[in-house]
């Protein structure tokens, strides 16, 4: 499609940090891990393979949520 990644923050306090986030298709994202909360998703269009280390990967598709636990690495 040729759109560059971006993502814009909607929340950020002591007590949650939110972003709108546009990946192009093909995008993978590096290796990652939260020491002190949990990470989650909501798929708001298309599809995304999402890899966690304590589970198989998933396809998630629009509408989707996935959550990856607190000191796990996912991408």
Same mark, same amino acid.
């Given at each position: 499609?040729?759109?560059? /990644?971006?993502?814009?923050?909607?929340?950020?306090? /002591?007590?949650?940090?939110?972003?709108?986030?546009?990946?192009?298709?093909?995008?993978?994202?590096?290796?990652?891990?939260?020491?002190? *909360?949990?990470?989650?998703?909501?798929?708001? $269009?298309?599809?995304?393979?999402? $890899?966690?280390? *304590?589970?198989?990967?998933?396809?998630?598709?629009?509408?989707?949520?996935? /959550?990856?636990?607190? /000191? *796990?690495?996912?991408?």
């Amino acid at each position: 499609s040729g759109k560059k /990644q971006w993502r814009e923050l909607i929340v950020d306090d /002591q007590h949650l940090r939110s972003e709108y986030l546009y990946l192009p298709p093909g995008y993978k994202h590096p290796k990652a891990m939260h020491p002190d *909360t949990r990470a989650w998703w909501v798929v708001m $269009e298309g599809e995304v393979r999402f $890899e966690i280390e *304590t589970a198989d990967p998933v396809i998630a598709k629009k509408g989707s949520m996935v /959550q990856a636990p607190m /000191q *796990t690495i996912f991408s």
